[in-house]
């Protein structure tokens, strides 16, 4: 993999020293110019409505989007196409699954601990319209997931399993294929949060024989504003619509509906075609490359910021303490100084983006007493020299405030 021939498919980056040092890559990648093109070709080309009208420009858009949700499909093994629904993005994909499906007063829907809202949001919603009982998996202080703790919790009465696949504030995983085969020994439906994980490891939804698996394609290159939810056709079928609404009945009289088969069933109204077109692209983008090469790679950037800061008694990681297990994650806080303060003086100092806050996973930082962090976050276009540059100002941030 040759990062610096990958760094000139990226507009952003210009070859000169005023390159930004973009490190915010968990909330949402860069694109290249492949995406940037074939999402901009829909506009030039045939800016239509997919699946409705007749004419040429109608029936291209339609073609797109078929290859499109094809190419998804196949990147996750799913046994076919009508089992990917398009959303606007993760959370809501992961609405209309919480929201849609049957549950009942007294029913259990188990969580972690540490979900982004948008695994836990819907689900607090939903417990309080709809009476189900939410429990959680406790995780270690690092954030790790134990399967045993697991294990002592499930039960015939619990119906969801809704787990983040990797976390975003720690970068840590959880064995899925053995918390599906577990959750499925007692009847429950599996549902995986894969908004950190689909864009570095491979998914193989057949494999994993997990209920349904939702994941944002702006983490992976591609366009702002499209999310993927994978279904089992079964499942799909039995779930109701968030939305309801043109282009997904196939008849309504004033007093009856019919729904259309998947996907559109799922899919009202009209989609980010646009986005959809570029999605296909970052796919292609993503194999040409290859997810492990992907990963070696994010984890290499990681080791090299990990080693470098890890024995600065002003500077506090969050996580594991093994870069390994966090991905493409390095979270971590500088003794005395807020999160937000240190994301603005790196950006200030070196054009070094980072995340700072609580991440949308508030849940974390109230059970650790941690008022949030810093998250400098990597991806295919980042480099060792990128890395050095933030090893420096981070240093020179603690040297300067800690005392
Ligand atoms: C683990 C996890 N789940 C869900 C989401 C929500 O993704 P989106 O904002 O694309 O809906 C995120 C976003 O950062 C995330 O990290």
């Avoid at 982004?116 to 790790?144: C, L, Y």
């Avoid at 989609?271 to 194999?287: C, F, K, M, R, T």
Wanted: overall charge negative.
């Amino acid at each position: 993999m040759d990062v610096y021939k990958i760094r000139r498919d990226f507009p952003v980056y210009t070859g000169g020293d005023n390159d930004p040092i973009y490190f915010d890559n968990a909330c949402q990648t860069l694109r290249p110019r492949q995406v940037i093109e074939a999402s901009t070709e829909y506009y030039l080309k045939y800016p239509a409505c997919a699946g409705r009208s007749v004419h040429r420009f109608a029936t291209e858009v339609s073609i797109r989007i078929d290859e499109s949700r094809e190419k998804i499909a196949s990147f996750i093994n799913a046994p076919s196409s009508k089992e990917i629904i398009f959303t606007k993005n993760c959370t809501e994909a992961l609405n209309l699954v919480a929201k849609g499906l049957d549950l009942k007063r007294g029913d259990i829907v188990l969580t972690t601990d540490i979900e982004h809202n948008s695994n836990h949001v819907p689900w607090m919603q939903i417990a309080r319209s709809k009476g189900i009982r939410r429990k959680f998996v406790e995780t270690s202080k690092d954030g790790v997931f134990d399967l045993e703790t697991f294990k002592a919790m499930v039960s015939k009465d619990v119906k969801v399993v809704s787990f983040a696949h990797a976390n975003n504030v720690v970068g840590t995983s959880i064995p899925a294929k053995d918390v599906i085969e577990i959750a499925h020994d007692y009847g429950a439906i599996v549902i995986l949060d894969g908004a950190q994980a689909a864009p570095h490891m491979r998914v193989d939804v057949k494999e994993l024989d997990v209920d349904f698996y939702a994941f944002s394609m702006h983490k992976m290159l591609g366009p702002a504003g499209v999310g993927v939810l994978y279904g089992k056709e079964g499942l799909l079928e039995k779930l109701d619509p968030l939305i309801t609404g043109g282009g997904a009945v196939s008849t309504a009289s004033l007093d009856e509906i019919e729904f259309l088969p998947l996907p559109d069933k799922l899919e009202s109204g009209l989609l980010n075609y646009s986005g959809i077109i570029g999605s296909s692209a970052a796919i292609d983008y993503i194999n040409k490359i290859g997810l492990e090469s992907i990963s070696e790679h994010v984890c290499r950037l990681n080791s090299k910021v990990t080693d470098s800061l890890r024995n600065d008694p002003a500077i506090e990681i969050l996580g594991p303490k093994d870069c390994r297990l966090r991905g493409n994650i390095f979270s971590f806080n500088i003794k005395g100084l807020g999160s937000h303060d240190i994301a603005m003086m790196l950006d200030q100092m070196k054009g070094i983006m980072i995340r700072s806050g609580m991440h949308c996973a508030h849940p974390f930082f109230l059970k650790r007493d941690i008022n949030g962090c810093a998250r400098a976050s990597f991806y295919v276009y980042n480099t060792l020299e990128e890395c050095q540059i933030f090893v420096e100002a981070v240093r020179e941030i603690a040297q300067i405030f800690s005392n």
